[in-house]
């Protein structure tokens, strides 16, 4: 069966476009990531999914079925909202066996139920209470418990962890990750945070300005960004600008090599990305080695971040091995191994790192 | 003046360095003189005694209570008329409040869901329309239902009559009492009362409602949509039970209101269906000029109101408790 699958997506409010032709497959049982700085469509993009808005154009189907004007009470995708959304006026029981009871389930089974779940995420001790004495965590899982009462195709959830501190959110990526492998449901995940989406997300969707800037794996998104804006938002990065000469980088007087070489026309401009980590202060390779200078030292016990001054621009370079103690002023040499270095088009409109 | 001139006396014995209570005591006088002694003189005067053709003296009676409930020649023989007053203020305000409430609601639930800019030009008008006098709104009812020059004259004119008589609906108005044997007449009537009642109430009810709307979290309704629950069910099982409360409060409040309504109802209503604040206005004003009769109809009117909301606010509690 295929799985839930959208096709040129847009989404205009008037002039403006929130979410731009946006084509994704998700896949069955996985849990997906959207994934991007605040107002990049992304919640748009899931309200669509969830039938709570329609979309401009495009479609939505979901194992084959067109629902794109299916509206949200007859999708019964289960979400999870960022203000969790439980209902005042019942209790953790109700809540969880709302769409059950909307459903028409007879009483005692639609209870029996909200048990199930309630175990499933710890809270059964709570059943009766009423939503206003739960903590902010509790209330997240009586949200999980209850968006998951109706069995749904397709589990949706918007900035789960914005209401939660950061110790509990830690721990809820964990235990929400792991309990979506047991029901092996397909999730898709909203956040603006990378590690969340790096600690949960089978794929992870990046998307800005409405579009979808790149989707694949956490392991391919971090170490092969395909835009500047990837290598950017997700983890650090340097960032040089130069022009390209032989699938080389030419910054200056600085000729940088990289491999596999860089697909350009010679002279085109181009942006190029170092991971702070993959940058070495004290490395064998003659290649793309730059003299630099120490401008500041940032030891945070495991890692030292050392800011440089490099004749192609400042960089900072994680440092977790060599320990060897630096102080501002000091001269020393910083490679940069070619097959760390991502180079990406420059756009007219980007300016200098 | 002495209202205006106290608070003043109070500030300026502040100035001094050593404060004197007597400025607060003054104010707290003359506040509690205002409040409470006509509202005190009302409940003794109660209890007084009519002299023919002499006014009234003090006395301590419960005659006048006597004559409310069961008639002035109990117990030879009994009057309900004064119960059925009372009956009526109730009957009227039960329904015009609800009625207010009710239409109140969805255009109220509708206007917090418009943009804030529709918002504002929406209650300002409405907030407006609360400078309106009774007696002007009841005078533009007056002349809209009146039958020579109003809306009957409007259905006699465009021939809805005739189709009211062809159809059979002109008999059942009549059983309503919405016709005479000619025309269709809304004066006077209980429709006529009641309608005008709503109406003059109709925007506090959009006024009580809108805070409890407008604050109502719209992630509520859609995580409902998401469980499968249509328009009508998440009416029922999530917007009006999160403000069941003040649905109830803003009903209460309007009925208490509407309870003491006068000019509507002596426009409005036939006269064997008066209300007990019409004979009370009668009893102290009118010909018959017995104050501790009206003095004792108002107390009774005080303390029905005052039992509906003891009573309100019990069946509140019983279901909070729940």
Known sequence: MAGLSLKYIRKSYGDVRAVENVSLDFTDGGLTALLGPSGCGKTTLLRMIAGLEDPSAGSISLGGRDITRLPAHKRKFGMVFQSFALFPHLNVSDNVSYALTIAGTPRGQAAARARELLDLVQLSAFAERRIGELSGGQRQRVAIARALAQEPDVFLLDEPMSALDAKLREDMQVELRQLQQRLGITTIVVTHDQHEAMTMADSIVVMSQGRVEQMGTPQAIYHHPENAFVADFIGKANFFDGVTEGGNVRIGQHLLQVTPPANFIDGSPVRMAVRPEKAMLAGADDINRLPAKVTFVRDVGPVQDIHLDTPIGRMIVSDSESGQPLRIGDALQVTLPADAIHVFPRLSDQAAA | ?322
Request: proline letters at 5%.
């Open chain 2, 1 to 322: 003046m002495t209202a205006v001139d106290s608070p003043k006396a109070n500030l300026s014995a502040e100035t001094p360095p050593t404060r004197s209570p007597w400025g607060t005591w003054a104010l707290a006088l003359v506040i509690g003189f205002l409040c409470v002694t006509p509202f005190v003189l009302v409940i003794v005067i109660s209890f007084g005694q009519k002299i023919e053709g002499a006014g009234w003296a003090w006395d301590f009676t419960f005659a006048n209570y006597q004559r409310f409930f069961v008639g002035a020649l109990w117990p030879e023989e009994v009057t309900l008329l004064h119960l059925q007053r009372l009956y009526y203020a109730l009957y009227y305000a039960v329904i015009a409040s609800v009625l207010a409430v009710l239409t109140a609601f969805p255009f109220t639930y509708l206007l917090t869901r418009q943009s804030r800019r529709a918002q504002s030009i929406w209650l300002v008008f409405i907030l407006a329309s609360l400078s309106l006098s009774e007696v002007f709104i009841v005078m533009g009812w007056d002349v809209l239902l009146s039958n020579r020059s109003g809306l009957p004259m409007l259905f006699e004119v465009s021939g809805a009559t005739d189709w009211l008589k062809e159809t059979g609906w002109f008999e059942v108005l009549r059983e309503w009492g919405l016709a005479n044997p000619r025309n269709v007449k809304f004066k006077t009537s209980e429709f006529a009362t009641i309608l005008t009642m709503s109406y003059l109430v109709w925007p506090y009810a959009v006024i009580l409602l809108y805070p409890a709307l407008s604050r109502l979290d719209p992630s509520l309704t859609e995580a409902a949509r998401t469980m499968g629950a249509g328009p009508a069910r998440v009416m029922t099982s999530v917007i009006l039970p999160t403000v069941k409360l003040p649905l109830i409060g803003a009903t209460l409040l309007l009925f208490v209101f509407l309870l003491g309504s006068y000019v509507t109802v002596v426009v409005f209503a036939e006269p064997a269906k008066q209300t007990t604040a019409v004979a009370v206005y009668e009893s102290v004003r009118g010909s018959t000029l017995d104050a501790p009769f009206g003095a004792a109809q108002a107390v009774i009117l005080l303390v029905t109101a005052a039992a509906f909301l003891a009573l309100a606010q019990y069946l509140t509690k019983r279901s909070e408790a729940r």
